[in-house]
């Protein structure tokens, strides 16, 4: 029997566990560090994500079969580097392939390299040169931080005065540390966004299913960008042209059609070979085996589509949905990954899956913590409930630890099903914040509503 970590300690890498769970294969799970809802399907271990050397300690002497890394951070940090020198097998690309999402900067070129069509750019080490560009240029645009900002370096700017102290945050005040030190300012692209998954094993790209995360802390796309406060799954991709994929409609076949189903895993693969493949090929040019997981972030442009960035790792909240669409064994189709022989995608069902973040008071800047559950542990049928920011205090209660608290999971024959399903959460822990709106975009009515507020939140 198999002995897997995963490193980590999101709802996603809950997630993982809960789906590798299933396994026939798998004896053990480990988790690095975990949460208190990893330690019901896995076994916690006391060793932070960023600890490269620790993980490798741990893995190599407890003879781990296959390391996942849940977050960016390791990845950059070159911990895949480190596991395989040691000879173990890991799903995650070493540092050099990671800076795809480390370097925004990096990507950018990369993208410029490979022809996968993305937004203009330009990138700057100072803030005076960064000032100057901005006096000639058209508003809105984007400034982005270079480097790694937990999701939250990216400012759209609607003006002069806006872009201008978008630079002074991250430059001169340098609110995001490091990650600030260089900058990308570039055009703003309209449209709705989408997530596109793929498993890759150094020569190309196998999808998951599309999904759409929302960023925003509140209805209506409003309040400060977070880390995402929730997401559905599939996104279907409805229109097409001979020569590119064009611009994609939202719309969720209601009914589990085949024939739609098919036809948006067709235009699925056509986005993998036209924004996937390329920088997969491209990165092995560059002498750099890409082998992991990369996300590309989409926006669905009159234009058709263009890469907003690329993650180097699986998305949270998007993972919390897609895990439970995958059918059968996820295992197998990791090791291909980590051995550079994967050959297809898992199967999916036809099913959706929709995921609402319960998350802390104060979040994203402060969040509160040690507060108390009421209703955990009592999930409905067609519910998940995947843990983040959650603990055990010496009690052994379980009590809120972090920003984003807990990812609530429905699922259904459609994505309505899915909503409904997840809004009837029967728990709650003090002044909780969550969107009333997920999957909005793929509703029939484009309801920005979840169910009634007495529904959603016990008494």
């Known amino acids: 029997?198999?002995?897997?970590?995963?490193?980590?300690?999101?709802?996603?890498?809950?997630?993982?566990?809960?789906?590798l769970r299933q396994s026939p294969e798998i004896g053990e799970i480990f988790v690095a560090p975990g949460?208190?809802?990893?330690d019901e399907v896995a076994t916690n271990v006391a060793v932070t994500a960023g600890d490269v050397a620790g993980i490798t300690r741990f893995a190599d002497e407890r003879q781990i079969d296959l390391t996942l890394i849940g977050p960016e951070a390791p990845l950059a940090a070159g911990v895949s580097d480190a596991l395989q020198d040691k000879g173990l097998r890991v799903v995650g690309p070493n540092a050099g392939a990671a800076r795809i999402e480390s370097s925004k900067s990096f990507a950018k070129d990369v993208m410029r390299r490979a022809n996968v069509p993305t937004a203009?750019?330009?990138?700057?080490?100072?803030?005076?040169?960064?000032?100057r560009f901005l006096a000639a240029a058209d508003y809105p645009l984007v400034v982005k931080a270079d480097g790694l900002a937990a999701g939250k370096g990216v400012v759209i700017c609607r003006s002069r005065e806006e872009a201008l102290a978008a630079i002074k945050d991250l430059m001169v005040d340098r609110v995001h540390g490091v990650a600030g030190d260089r900058i990308v300012v570039e055009e703003f692209l309209s449209?709705?966004?989408?997530?596109?998954?793929?498993?890759?094993?150094?020569?190309?790209g196998f999808a998951l299913p599309p999904s759409q995360d929302h960023k925003r802390l509140l209805d209506g796309d409003k309040g400060p960008n977070t880390g995402g406060m929730g997401a559905y799954a599939p996104v279907p991709l409805v229109a097409a042209t001979a020569s590119d994929v064009a611009h994609?409609?939202?719309?969720?076949?209601?009914?589990?059609?085949?024939?739609?189903?098919?036809?948006?895993?067709?235009?699925?693969?056509r986005l993998v070979a036209r924004l996937i493949d390329p920088v997969v090929r491209t990165l092995a040019e560059m002498g750099m085996s890409y082998r992991g997981i990369l996300y590309a972030g989409l926006m669905l442009t009159?234009?058709?589509?263009?890469?907003?960035?690329?993650?180097?790792?699986?998305?949270?909240?998007?993972?919390?949905?897609?895990?439970?669409?995958?059918q059968g064994d996820l295992l197998p189709y990791l090791e291909a990954v980590a051995a550079g022989e994967l050959d297809?995608?898992?199967?999916?069902?036809?099913r959706a899956a929709a995921g609402v973040v319960l998350a802390a008071p104060g979040y994203p800047d402060e969040p509160c913590t040690d507060s108390r559950f009421h209703g955990l542990g009592h999930t409905p049928e067609n519910m998940l409930v995947f843990h983040a920011g959650t603990r055990r205090n010496q009690e052994g209660e379980v009590v809120t630890a972090g920003g984003r608290v807990l990812t609530v999971v429905g699922t259904g024959a459609d994505v309505g099903q899915a909503v409904e399903s997840a809004y009837r959460f029967p728990l709650w822990f003090d002044r909780m914040q969550f969107?009333?709106?997920?999957?909005?975009?793929?509703?029939?009515?484009?309801?920005?509503?979840?169910?009634?507020?007495?529904?959603?939140?016990?008494?």
């Open 191 to 204: 449209g709705p966004e989408m997530s596109l998954m793929a498993l890759v094993d150094g020569r190309r």
């Open 248 to 269: 994609p409609s939202l719309g969720v076949p209601s009914d589990g059609d085949p024939q739609a189903v098919q036809m948006a895993h067709r235009l699925t693969e």
């Open 120 to 131: 203009w750019y330009q990138a700057f080490d100072d803030a005076e040169s960064a000032r």
């Open 1 to 19: 029997m198999k002995r897997i970590l995963i490193v980590g300690s999101g709802a996603r890498e809950h997630a993982i566990a809960w789906k």
């Open 302 to 326: 009159s234009d058709g589509p263009k890469v907003l960035e690329f993650n180097c790792r699986l998305g949270d909240p998007e993972t919390q949905v897609l895990m439970p669409l995958i």
């Open 435 to 459: 969107r009333t709106d997920i999957a909005w975009q793929a509703r029939p009515d484009k309801s920005r509503r979840g169910m009634a507020e007495t529904e959603l939140v016990p008494a």
């Open 35 to 38: 949460n208190a809802g990893t």
């Open 344 to 350: 297809d995608a898992p199967p999916v069902t036809t």
